[in-house]
């Protein structure tokens, strides 16, 4: 998949494609209706979604607590898995703000990126002041000559999937909510990066990710598949992961903390994704490390079972 993240990136066979527009944080069940109306527009032509960096959300309350569902890098992940061909992540900078929506429909869709086709959700809304919608955008594409497709919004159990609502899930502890949303495990990818190396000491020693800019699902203990993404022991491993701030150790900053099962390398630096399959319980603080094993060991023991059990 080619990253095209500046109109002046683009080559003349980047234009003509169909594509997908919106934020698609998640990449969930809705998201991926929109990339389908896109590839259905022109199966033969490029396929392509258009999505803003920094999240537009970021830009108007950078104050707000972190919600976003994936980080960029794993966002464009996924759409390449779903077959996206081009990921145009155009700047949410002040010129993209101030552009009216019949500029963005002008400049960026038609002169830009030289769309065919456009698929959208049918909450959209663009342009400065969100004054544009999905059926003035399917206006502009009338007078400009590239075809709009709005799409339902996705509810497949009676409830409206969004990233609110799977946000809403994880905090309640359900992954399994999330994932019903989503169409896949809500994962949580990045490099492994160096903790206190507690773990190797209590026998299970950890692979320490980040969390900075996520949104948090439901602190605690649960069962996760991992999949390293590179270097020798690349693959497929069971684990259990404890996502919080170690109350047993006074700490206070956010961070995950994967014990692969059947597992023997050096992690250090390698990108892991780490999907949230199943929660096991609240973070707890243990009277001393005996009894803090003794607790690892029933959480490894329960993460088994749940992946073992797994279709």
């Known amino acids: 998949m080619r990253v095209i993240r500046s109109l002046s990136d683009l080559t003349q066979a980047d234009r003509g494609a169909t594509a997908g527009i919106g934020n698609f944080d998640g990449v969930h069940l809705g998201h991926q209706a929109v990339i389908a109306a896109a590839r259905a527009c022109d199966p033969a032509a490029p396929l392509a979604v258009v999505t803003f960096e920094p999240h537009p959300r970021q830009v108007f309350a950078p104050v707000a607590p972190a919600f976003r569902l994936m980080t960029p890098e794993a966002r464009a992940h996924r759409l390449e898995k779903l077959g996206v061909d081009i990921l145009f992540e155009l700047p949410f900078d002040a010129a993209m703000r101030e552009r009216s929506a019949d500029a963005f429909a002008r400049e960026v869709l038609v002169e830009g990126l030289g769309l065919t086709c456009a698929a959208v959700g049918a909450d959209f809304h ?3 002041g969100r004054t544009g919608s999905a059926e003035t955008l399917r206006d502009a594409g009338a007078d400009l ?3 709009v497709q709005v799409v339902d919004l996705v509810a497949p159990h009676g409830t409206e999937v969004s990233s ?3 946000r ?5 502890a359900q992954p399994g909510m999330a994932a019903a949303m989503l169409g896949h495990w809500h994962r949580i990818e990045g490099p492994v990066i160096h ?8 026998g299970y020693p950890t692979a320490n ?3 900075d800019g996520l949104h948090l699902p439901a ?8 999949r390293v993404e590179d270097g020798p022991d690349a693959g497929e491993y069971g684990g259990v992961a404890a996502l919080g701030v170690r109350p047993m150790f006074g700490e206070n900053t956010p961070n995950l903390e994967t014990f692969l099962f059947d597992f023997e390398g050096d992690l250090y630096g390698r990108q892991l994704s780490v999907a949230l399959v199943e929660y096991l319980r609240p973070e707890a603080k243990f009277d001393g490390l005996e009894a803090l094993i003794t607790q690892m ?6 993460a088994r079972a749940v992946l073992a059990a797994l279709p």
């Open 297 to 302: 060991d029933a959480d490894s023991a329960q």
């Open 145 to 147: 000559g590239f075809a």
């Open 195 to 202: 903790g206190h190396k507690r773990g190797r000491e209590l």
């Open 126 to 128: 663009f342009g400065k």
């Open 168 to 172: 809403g899930a994880l905090t309640a």
């Open 209 to 211: 990710m980040g969390l």
């Open 164 to 166: 609110t609502a799977i």
């Open 219 to 226: 602190l605690g203990v649960y069962a996760v598949q991992v």
